[in-house]
């Protein structure tokens, strides 16, 4: 894959239909925590929620206020209208933090970063087999007197994976590593090291479509930071290379991969030009082959982009994540229909405070966000918010593209007068500088929904 140079929106325009716009169903912000402590979801872009498309939702989360960080968990039975009461589910004086959960049917796997067993750290884990009624005993799964931290665990059916990145092998280099379960969590191959090349590995994600595992992480092995991508075609027993996904000498970090079928879709912080955006590459046969990079976000956010985290159901792929671009940490949300292709963002917190470490979970035709949030002091909070329609796709009227000579778009608009508003409902004064979804409004009543590439 060549070198990323320039790509800008072009636009292309697809007339879709106006009723049922997806934007317009996001309900309020909903305050999940409120106690003494600090509340935090995960800052590795992992998954802190998970759903199983029956009602049932899961959220992990790691709060102080017991004098250290413990592991605390809620959920839902019914999509997220209603919330059980938190439940703590580690109990030590040492530090236990940065959970990542995943969920298929009824069992809950979950994975956390723990200094029990030393300051370094260690990986634990633990199960529920009844959508997070009762718990298991807590399984340690990293063993050195080394630094084991960043955990991620995926799921699918009975088989589970679990990676971290891990200082045993020297001081200055962190490398992945990587367990096994086939049995839903029950037994665990031994730990095996993934990657074995210089320079620090972190931020690992991992993703199981059948047979197919496929895993992300973020690495300097070339001078600056790249996203790194390696797969297994046998549920993770054996791994191919290790393939850079992203050429560029500015950095490009967060990564984040979610996988359905044989498409793959690799979010990741890009910092090419001055202002950090939100990217992605995507595979269409399973990881074998990759497109050229998309842009998801359009805000020139500075100085960065943290923490995406992406869900994909069929077509649809939706991703969150955090950024300054409106002089504080906010969340962001954006969504595309075709597999990655082109995407549709939106803001979706509005507050003076900080708003970040958002993670996102598919349950049916529903989605659900949850982060950390500071504006009800200067302790964090779990705050949640849920689309109940916003899985569900968006039927294309016609699916035309319309181009004038030269190639240029064009707009058929019945010698009527229109304006162009973005998503959010503002007025665009000039040509759209990113591709996303755009309003045409006439005077007499006109309207049509616009798709620009």
Known sequence: MGKRKGYRCALIFLILAVNGVVWAQWEPDRRLTSNSGTSLTSRNSQWCIGANGSGMVHIVFYDDRSGNNEIYYLRSTDNGLNWGAEMRLTDDTARSWTPSIAVTDSVVHL???????????????????????????EVRMSFDTARSEFPCVAAEGEDVILVWRDNRDSRFSYEIYYRRSGDGGVTWSDESRLTNAAGIKWNPSVAISGNLVHLVWADNRDGNWNVYYKRSTDHGVSWEADLRLTENVFAQEWPCVAARDSVVVVAYSDNEDVD???????????????????RISCGSAQPGIWSPNIAI???????????????????????????????????????????????????????????????????????????????????????????????????FTQREKVEIFDASGQRVKGEPACGGVYFLKGKTGFQKRVFIR
């Open 313 to 411: 159901s069929g077509e649809r792929v939706h991703a969150v994540w955090y950024d300054m671009r409106d002089g504080n940490a906010e969340i962001y949300y954006a969504f595309s229909t075709d597999s990655g292709q082109t995407w549709e963002e939106r803001r979706l917190t509005e507050d003076s405070s900080r708003s970040n470490y958002p993670s996102v979970a598919l349950g049916g035709t529903l989605v659900h966000v949850v982060w950390t949030d500071f504006r009800d002091g200067p302790t964090g909070e779990i705050y949640y918010k849920r689309n109940p329609s916003g899985n569900v796709g968006i039927k294309e009227q016609g699916d035309e593209r319309l181009r004038g000579t030269g190639g240029k778009p064009v707009l």
């Open 111 to 137: 994975v956390w970063f723990d200094t029990r067993d030393g300051p370094n750290g260690e990986i634990y884990y633990l199960r529920s087999t009844d959508n997070g009624l009762s718990w298991s005993d």
């Open 276 to 294: 950090a955006e939100l990217f992605c590459v995507r595979s269409y046969d399973g990881g074998e082959n990759w497109q050229e990079p998309v």
